[in-house]
């Protein structure tokens, strides 16, 4: 039995919703207002654009508590955009002492731990192989000439020879990383990465650089919970919604970059066990200040409104909130985007009932169906994507088509998430 996760301070409702309607803005932790100068500057560089990106988590169970030590990890992910260099972005915000990264290659992937030959790069931090960084900040590698095509999946390993400590990681990755013991940094094949896990760690973010980058704003980032963080679509398939809406800007011959800030079991409102930070919270540092971004993609407040019907550890502390409340927290968000002339897409909550543990109530149903009137018709978010509409059934517009729902009654599978990809516009982007 895995040790229970870490518990959170719990920020009441009441208090949340005040700052807001008070302040109107996003709140910030002070704990972990720690943003590096690297973050700020690229925050303002835009030639380069979020190929790839992921919202870091505190640890919870497996590798993120144990860390690492003399080991090498290797993790793949999928470019939504190329271009000609690439740098990394990786994270020891939760880190309880400095995180030493003795060296780091980027490769093409070839399959699971497999690198294509010929085609492993070393990676350097202000032109040093290692870096350390402190606890609670985190460090962005030098560009590297490394020409990319936009969804192809690349390969990042990180050596370890000392220990880690616990893991900044993102949970859900719908995706493989892999484990090898010792130096591996150079191994092309995947022999000695024998051990895999389903999350990723320290990495949260890839970016890339060139001609065929757009020089102003470049980047739309999709900022949520479960849904943007691809629960229920098929792992290792790249089927999340965000994922196919990178497809649709390909398709359409339009280079822009797309950015997951999702976490599954995230809330707006409040922290969880599993989900980590209140989105009012994380929205700064996973999306204000990443690199080039034009427009973010909001859809929270799902599990704000069911996670008080559910026995969930994961999204706990789970007090009862308000449509007013909710929509007090998205006018929060999307003041703080357009304050730094970033467009607002609202994504209506799909429909709740018929998840295989308790999820719904007429009163959720209720806040949920007033949330989505207001997302559709309020006029606070430059566009609307109707995930609601698209994922309804059409004989009961509470429960999700059964075609497009995964196997616990709720999160959209692979179908669904296409139907979700296809309702954002994108001349809003």
């Not at 990180?158 to 719908?174: E, K, N, V, W």
């Not at 339009?254 to 976490?263: D, S, Y």
């Not at 079991?265 to 599993?274: F, I, P, R, W």
């Not at 609202?346 to 949330?371: C, D, F, H, N």
């Amino acid at each position: 039995m895995s040790p229970s996760p870490p518990r959170f301070v719990q920020i009441t409702i009441g208090t949340v919703v005040a700052a807001v309607l008070v302040a109107g803005m996003v709140r910030t932790s002070p704990a972990r207002s720690t943003v590096s100068a690297a973050w700020r500057d690229a925050s303002t560089t835009a030639s380069w654009a979020g190929a790839w990106g992921a919202a870091v988590q505190p640890p919870v169970d497996g590798w993120s508590r144990k860390g690492f030590e003399d080991q090498t990890v290797r993790q793949v992910v999928r470019l939504s955009t190329g271009g000609s260099q690439v740098r990394i972005r990786l994270s020891n915000l939760y880190g309880t002492r400095p995180l030493r990264v003795d060296g780091a290659t980027l490769g093409r992937s070839a399959g699971g731990g497999a690198v294509w030959p010929r085609t492993l790069a070393p990676l350097t931090f202000d032109g040093k192989a290692s870096v350390v960084i402190p606890a609670g900040r985190d460090a962005v590698s030098d560009a590297v000439a490394f020409p990319t095509s936009a969804l192809e999946r690349l390969s990042v390993s990180l050596r370890f020879s000392g220990r880690t400590g616990q893991a900044t990681f993102h949970r859900h990755a719908m995706n493989a990383s892999y484990r090898a013991e010792g130096d591996r940094l150079s191994d092309q094949g995947a022999g000695a990465f024998t051990e895999s896990s389903p999350s990723w760690y320290f990495l949260s973010g890839v970016e890339v650089s060139g001609a065929a980058v757009p020089r102003d704003r470049n980047t739309v980032v999709a900022f949520g919970g479960a849904l943007v963080d691809g629960v229920g679509s098929t792992a290792g398939a790249d089927r999340r919604f965000p994922d196919l809406l990178a497809e649709r800007l390909v398709a359409a011959h339009r280079p822009l970059a797309v950015t997951n800030a999702g976490i599954g079991a995230g809330k707006l409102l409040s922290d969880s066990d599993c989900g980590g930070e209140e989105g009012l919270t994380r929205f700064r540092r996973d999306v204000l200040e990443r690199p080039g971004v034009r427009s973010v993609i909001v859809s929270l407040g799902a599990q704000d409104i069911g996670a008080p019907e559910s026995g969930d550890p994961c999204v706990r502390p789970a007090p009862r909130v308000t449509a007013e409340q909710v929509i007090a927290g998205h006018r929060a968000l999307i003041r703080a985007a357009h304050a730094r002339g970033i467009k607002a897409i609202g994504m209506t909550i799909p429909p709740m009932k018929g998840a295989l543990v308790p999820y719904w109530s007429p009163r959720g149903e209720k806040v949920r169906q007033e949330v989505n009137a207001w997302i559709r018709s309020g006029g606070a978010y430059d566009s609307v994507a109707d995930a609601d509409r698209a994922m309804a059934d059409r004989a009961d517009a509470r429960l999700p088509r059964s075609g497009y729902v995964h196997v616990d009654g709720v999160h959209p599978n692979d179908a669904g998430h296409l139907a979700i990809a296809g309702t954002v516009d994108l001349d809003a982007l």
